[in-house]
């Protein structure tokens, strides 16, 4: 069965400073796609960066990177020149397979990483 | 902003009461998706439609129904509500035609059952 795994439930990294958020996952499929959401402190869940598996490249979304090595299963998320509005919680999603008409795209999300950013 | 609005965004209610959750978009897409958010669990798939009248079961859907009648409304029912569904209720929308489908979250309905 699908897994996505976030083993650091919180994190400090001083501001200006590059931070990596950990997440393994673990899937059968040879298709599939890995998120990156950030729920601030008001709740909203916000997109920031997807890597598909065929994806030879890893992803980057401006400050916004994903270190993605398929052999590991993994798909850090690096976030460089943190900055205090970085303060938040990080989820790690796996889609698996194909976007077939019934399937729908269903996410499995991580239980988060809590990232504090220090002035 | 994806264009999702969900109601109310707060309920206080009491065991063994209905409770309906509404899921509302703008964005015309075709996938909606309920989700809840407890502490140590991340986000967990209810429901999911993938178009009118089409809906299918997610991870932890026991207690919980849902209905669709038009493309811009998703609808989700706990018809007794438990105190086990005290939560976080998030709704999403994603439209397939890329590999991406990103999925775009509601702002939360903040549910207790006391």
């Known amino acids: 069965a699908q897994k996505i795994t976030q083993t650091q439930p919180g994190m400090f990294v001083q501001e200006k400073e590059a931070v990596t958020l950990d997440c393994t996952y673990d899937?059968?499929?040879?298709?599939?796609?890995l998120f990156w959401y950030k729920q601030p402190s008001s709740g909203e869940m916000i997109f920031l960066i997807y890597?598909?598996?065929?994806?030879?490249q890893n992803a980057t979304e401006g400050r916004y990177s994903l270190n993605f090595q398929k052999a590991r299963k993994s798909a850090n998320l690096v976030i460089s020149a943190s900055q205090l509005g970085d303060s938040a919680m990080y989820f790690c999603a796996m889609r698996e397979g194909l976007m077939i008409y019934n399937q729908g795209g269903k996410l499995i999300f991580g239980q988060g990483t809590e990232l504090s950013v220090k002035p | 902003d994806a264009g999702i609005t969900q109601s109310p965004r707060h309920k206080v209610t009491e065991t063994g009461t209905p409770v309906t959750l509404r899921c509302h978009q703008t964005e015309n897409h075709r996938y909606m998706y309920w989700y809840r958010q407890d502490p140590g669990h991340g986000l967990r798939l209810i429901h999911y439609?993938?178009?009118?009248?089409?809906?299918d079961k997610g991870e932890v859907s026991d207690g919980y129904s849902v209905s669709r009648s038009k493309t811009e409304d998703f609808l989700l029912t706990l018809e007794s509500a438990t105190s086990s569904q005290t939560s976080v209720y998030f709704c999403?929308?994603?439209?397939?035609?890329?590999?991406?489908?990103?999925?775009?979250f509601g702002a939360g309905t903040r549910l207790s059952v006391l």
């Open positions: 890597q598909g598996s065929y994806d030879e």
């Open positions: 899937t059968s499929d040879q298709s599939y796609g």
């Open positions: 999403a929308i994603s439209e397939p035609g890329g590999a991406k489908n990103i999925q775009y």
């Open positions: 439609s993938y178009g009118v009248k089409d809906t």
